[in-house]
Each structure stands twice: as C-alpha cells, then as structure tokens.
C-alpha cells in the first residue's frame, strides 16, 4: 500500500470510529424497552433474511472449499463456517434471549448521602463503542451485535475475509432492522473489511473504548500489543483438576473425565490432573484407563511411572506442564500436599479455571481462598467455566484478566459506571473552611 | 549503563517483584481483623519513628534547598517535599483512617444456584501485586501502604530521587512493624530506588498486576506508554461548569467560583465555563467580576466579548478550550442550548467531571444522563469529585479510564473478583446431554 492510499483506509477507519461514537451517544439514551424492542425485531429479521444470508454463506463455503482441497484451511475452520438453515435460527433465538435479559443499564451501584441535599449516585452506564475482531464464526455477528445493543454500546466488527460474504449479509440485515427505528442510528453497527482495516480500528483510541479480540491465542497477542485501546480477550487456558487426598473416587474420575474430554478444544477444558500422593495407588490405574479408553493420551510424571509402571503412558516433560493442549491430551502429576498442588498451579497455571476433588471441606476453601484464578471449583468440571452456565445468558468471552472483568464476560463487561451528583449549591470551600461537615450516610 | 549492568538491575527488580508476588499470595490469606491490626501498628510505628523520619526529611529538604537556589526545583515541589511534625501525626491518622474502613475483601457481588448443589459466588479478593511510581509528596508512601494492605495487595514503591531519604525512612519503618507479625512477609512492600528500575519494574507482567502512576501528566502518559502491565492512572482533568438558562444565579457564581479558585491546581477543578445565551447578560457581568476579584485570568469566546464591551478579558482561542490550566485562568463560551453545552464537553473534555447549574430538574437529568464523564454533577462544584468527599475514606488517585476503576478510586480499585464454584461432582456432559437442566436461581 502506498503512504496514500495508506492514509485514506486510515481516515475511513477514522471516520467510521467516529461515527460509531455519534451513534454510541444515541444509543445511550434510549430506554429499556427499546432496546429490547429493537432486538426482537433483530431476530425477526434475521429470520425473514434466511435465504439471503444462506446465499451469502454459500458462496464463502465454496471458495472455502477450494482452499480445504487445496489444504490452506482446516476442516475444522471450514465447519466453523458453514451457516444451516438451524444456525439461523439459532442466531434469532440466541439474539431474542439476549433481549430478555435484564437491563444492565442505569442500575444503582451505591448511593450516599455526602451531606443534607448533597446525594451521590454510582449508576452502570454504557462503555461506547466497542471494536471486535474475530476469525471464522459468522454467528459472532448477531451475537455480539445483539449484546452490545443490550448495553447501549455501538460495535465496529471485522470478520475473517473467509467469512465476508456471510458477515456482509447479516450485517446488512441488522442494519435495515434499525433503519426502522427513527431513533437508532444505522451507524450503531460497522463492518470493516480489510486486514490493514484492524490495525486502523487499534490506533482508534480517542473514539473506541474496547477491543475485544476472539480467536486464537496468537491472534490475541497481537491485538494486545497492538493496540492503543485497552483490551480484553480470551487468555490461555490452562486448567488443573486436583485429586485431593480426601477425594471421592467416583467424582474424581468422572471430574476428571469431563474436564478434559467433554470438548478438549475449548479454553476452560483441563490440561493437567495433579494427584495427592495419599490416593495416587489408589486413583491413578482407575483414573488413567477411564481416560484413555476415551481416547486421552497420557504423559505422566516420574512419580506416577514408578507407580503405574509400564501402562503405556508417555513421560511428562517440563514443556507438559506449561502447555494448552487443545487436545485429548493429559498430563498427570503426583505431589505430596495440597500446598504442592497450589504451588503448581500458580507456577503453571494461567489463571483461567481450577479445580480441587475432594470431600474435606477445609482443603476446599483452602483452595478456593488461595488459588488466584478466575475460577476456583470445588467438586466441579472445569468446563462449567462459562457464561451461559453461569446463567449470564450469553458470553463475550472468558478474561483471564484481573482487571474490569475476569472470568466469562457478559452484559456486565460491556457496561462501566458514572458517578452523579445532586446538589443545591454547595461548594468545597465550605467543607475544607470546616463551616460544614460530610456526612457520609450510605443509603439503599 | 553497560548491557550487563543492565540484566542485573532487571535481574533485581524481577527478583524484588517475585518476591512481592508469594508475599501477596500470603496477604491474601490474612483475616480482615489481622490486616487491621496491622495497620493500627504501622501507625504507632509511624509516630513512635517521628524524629527518624523527620531527620531522614531533613536531609532531602537540604539538598532541595540547594536546587531550589539553583531554580532547579520549583518552591512548590520544595513545599510537597518537606514533613512536619505535624505531618507525621496526619500520615498516621490517616493510616488509622484506612485501618477502620469496611473490608473490601471476601464481599459476595453475587451468587446463583446453577442447579441443585451447584452454587456459583462471585467474590472479591486482592489484585495480587500493584507497582506505584510517585513523585515528590512523602505522605504517598505510608497513604498507599495502608490502601493496599488494608486490600491485601502487595506493593511496590518507586518515589522521587528529591525524595530518597524520607521515603526509604518510611518503608524501613513499615518494615519494622511488619516484622513483628510473623504470618506477615516483609516482601510485602519494597521501594525501588534508581530511575532504570522503574523500565524494569514495567516489564514485570508476569509478577505486578497492575500500576499506578501518580505525578504529572507527561509521566503518567510515559508510564502508560512503557508497561507491559495494565496502568490505571489520573488522567488529565479538563472539567466544565455550564451554567443552564435556568440557572440560579447566586447558585451559579457560588459554583464557578469555587470550581476555579478553591484549589486551581487539582484535576477536578474547571477549566471552561459555559454560559446559555438567554442567561449570559444577566450572569456573565456578575460572575466574571467575581472571578476577576478572585484573582481568575478570564479568557472569553468572541460572543461573550461582544456582549461585555471591553471589561479586561482576554480573548479565548481554540486552544483555550483544550487546555488544562491548573491555574487561576479560566475559559468562558457562550452557547445556543443545552446541545451545544453537551457537544462542546465531549468533544473538549476529559471525561473527568461535569456540572450544570440548573433549576430545570428535565435539562439536569438530561445532563447526567447524557454526558460521558466519571462524575456529572447538579448544581455541585467540579471540586466534589474525590475519594474523601465521596464518602471511600482515602484515594489512590482519579481515573479517567472507563475500565476497571472510573473516577475516585479507593480500595475497591486495588481488588477484583473470583467465581467460586462448589459442586458435587456435577459434569457438563450431562448439561451438555440433556439429562439435567440449569435452573439459575439468582440467590442473596
């Protein structure tokens, strides 16, 4: 790209921030009901839309299938793509639950009576505009579009170039949907095209408040070192299962089982089951052919061969124990304490999920207390590391951040606060002069 | 410096931050009444050291004297810098102010019974390990201690070179008194010394969770620029009082005064008044005398002038409306309506705090809700905004970020949240079959 042309996608990246910030600004002041209103119709008419967006959909899947047979994409990404005539109307149905959560507008965080008619509120409000950059998964589009709606926040969206045509089309559906609404500016939704496009939207700081990146953890990486806006993305996952010595055996092993296999694929599934010396003899020949009769491979550590001798388990490596396998892969480790699990698990773990088997209920808050992670189970899958299993009904991704949202991300991550202030006149000098004083009464 | 003196300074300050990372992993398990007791001790320590301190004091003020002479230190740097006995006693209140505030830890924010036996608590707990780089201002050191003690963080101090004496006297104090409870690390507060460190200190991602620059603009951006860790940090304040067509006019003086005057130099101050045009010729003769007897620069828009006639305002250019004084000057800007008011502020403004002066209760609620700032305020001085007018017992500072902390930030800035979990034995599998249902019971 040339400097100029260079410097005119950089003024259309501009000029669509800027308008999204217009557009955000409107958005913020409609009420409850509208924004509720306004999804409903969404899923209508993404449902009336169908055949479009399944046109458009094909005609991705058939350059996808070029690519697959010419071995440049995955099966996996390529099934990622594909849109049925069931996945629109899952889109609708996922966009109508959206709508009928609660509003996570205007709601009252704190409020305190500084002095008499001197009242403060903290009050949820919308963040603005938020930028998402995601790979494959056209159903991103609705459903993102659909939370960020909820929440009073316009969206700038770049999709995969694999999925352009089907993230062209759905994006083109929901803004006809708003154009129905006087109220509700078109420019409330933006699709960005281009690959240069994103480095653009990064640089956008003074008009985007977010960027949320999904995708893979490389692409995650780049965003964030790339972007002058803060961002909040899916981190590593990489999840533990402690076998405590007071652990039940049955729960142990079906824990264990489910955390790794029900979707090995997924950030919150385990990568590594960490065994009390105490019930190894006991758990481990159990535990390990469970598993790899479901297909898991096995890496286990010295201690665990001395045990199990030749079962056919491979032999953990340092390497094992920092890795996100992704995959029906397993490292298991024996340790001598419930302090050797922690240890462990703050030393390798990324703060996503973890989770202790047992049925000794001061070993389990212990390791709720201590263990610094997103998520600390006690007796529970690491799987159920999720917003829709928390009941948040629907899910932005999972933040192994500490700050503004950690854990599965919902509404709530889409939102910050304002504090206002009632007053009738009153100055500071009246207060630091000590002619008055605070006083500080927390209402509810 | 040489490549390898280099690696060693990084080398220590890596080691100083692991250090602080198992320290705060120990804070995290102190009880609220030990972390109180705690800080009650670290106050008597502060006041029983009273002379050490002074006379560690006393030798950084005699080396600023100097550079003052040599008009290499301003003589309001000089007057930050220097601690009175007087001081000491304040630095202790207020360690002792923070010891009895509420404990921000271990607060459920929510809790959901996902099925039966399946309960999921969202609780707050420490960051971990927070990195404060400060200039001058001593008081800093025992005033953040306790903050992030009281939070169950641990810290690490970088503070000005002018300053060296006083504040290496403060943390061996702190020290000193930490040393006396032995389930208390005294890796839990560290002060760094040399300017390099503080490059080092921001490439501890691994280690420090979050940092706080306190200091002037162009180092809090610097420290923005330069971390690899997430900064929340005061932001400029460029604060505006609009003075509504319904205004009350004594109400209107009293608080553009006492926005401006009452201390210019602090972020929440104003820097712009905006004036109806219905009110400007009843208020803007009035409320500029008034000003202008205060001391105020007052710099006006073309209109004002037009209307004033040649009263001894300069005249006000664009620059003027971006600009943040910290001074005894103020830009005055005659509008059209409220809309004009609300677009001048977001596209001047920092986002930091306004106020409309109003007896229009529609035009004030429209204000609040509308303008895009930490704190929006009705016929209240900007200067309210501040952690101990707000009712949080002590400030680390005023974010401008919409993210994690806006506004006022006090104790519950330094904390984030987990999801607790406690099952038994419950898998996904059977979710994910079918076979159970999620009830998502929102408890209290």
């Not at 965080?109 to 002095?115: G, K, P, V």
């Not at 535990?287 to 665990?304: F, H, P, Y």
């Amino acid at each position: 790209m040339t400097k100029e042309t260079k410097d005119e996608a950089q003024t259309s990246v501009t000029l669509v921030a800027q308008r999204a910030r217009v557009a955000a600004r409107a958005l913020a002041r409609l009420p409850s009901e509208c924004r509720t209103e306004i999804l409903m119709a969404a899923a209508q008419t993404i449902e009336d839309a169908g055949n479009e967006i399944l046109e458009a959909n094909a005609r991705d899947c058939r350059a996808a299938e070029t690519s697959v047979a010419a071995g440049s994409m995955s099966s996996a990404t390529f099934a990622r793509l594909r849109v049925t005539k069931q996945g629109i109307a899952q889109m609708a149905a996922h966009v109508r639950g959206v709508a009928q959560l609660p509003d996570p507008l205007g709601k009252r965080l704190a409020a305190t009576e500084l002095d008499d008619g001197l009242v403060l509120y903290k009050e949820s409000c919308p963040l603005g505009v938020i930028g998402i950059v995601f790979e494959s998964r056209p159903d991103a589009v609705p459903q993102v579009a659909a939370l960020a709606l909820k929440s009073g926040n316009a969206i700038i969206l770049k999709g995969g170039a694999e999925a352009a045509h089907t993230n062209e089309a759905l994006v083109s559906v929901w803004r006809k949907c708003l154009s129905r609404f006087p109220s509700v500016p078109q420019d409330s939704i933006h699709l960005l095209l281009t690959r240069s496009d994103v480095k653009d939207l990064l640089e956008q700081d003074r008009f985007v408040d977010l960027i949320i990146p999904r995708g893979s953890q490389a692409f995650v990486r780049f965003v964030s070192q790339n972007s002058k806006i803060p961002v909040l993305g899916h981190g590593e996952g990489i999840c533990h299962v402690y076998v405590d010595q007071a652990a039940d055996i049955e729960k142990a092993i079906a824990i264990s089982l489910d955390s790794k296999v029900q979707y090995p694929a997924a950030c919150n599934s385990a990568e590594t089951l960490l065994v009390h010396e105490a019930i190894a003899s006991e758990f481990l020949p159990r535990g390990i052919a469970t598993l790899r009769n479901a297909g898991v491979e096995v890496r286990v550590c010295a201690r665990s061969r001395a045990l199990l001798g030749k079962d056919g388990s491979l032999e953990a490596t340092e390497k094992d124990w920092e890795t996100e396998y992704s995959d029906l892969i397993l490292s298991v480790k024996i340790v001598s304490n419930l302090e050797e699990a922690m240890a462990h698990i703050h030393r390798y773990g990324s703060g996503h999920t973890e989770t202790i088997v047992t049925e000794n209920a001061e070993a389990a808050k212990q390791f709720l207390d201590e263990i610094d992670a997103a998520g600390v189970f006690h007796n529970a899958s690491t799987r159920f590391s999720d917003g829709f299993r928390y009941g948040f009904g629907s899910e932005l991704g999972i933040s192994t951040n500490k700050l503004h949202a950690r854990g599965p991300m919902g509404l709530e991550g889409l939102t910050t606060y304002k504090y206002k202030l009632y007053g009738n006149g009153q100055t500071v000098a009246a207060y630091a002069k000590g002619e008055k004083k605070f006083k500080h009464r927390r209402l509810e």
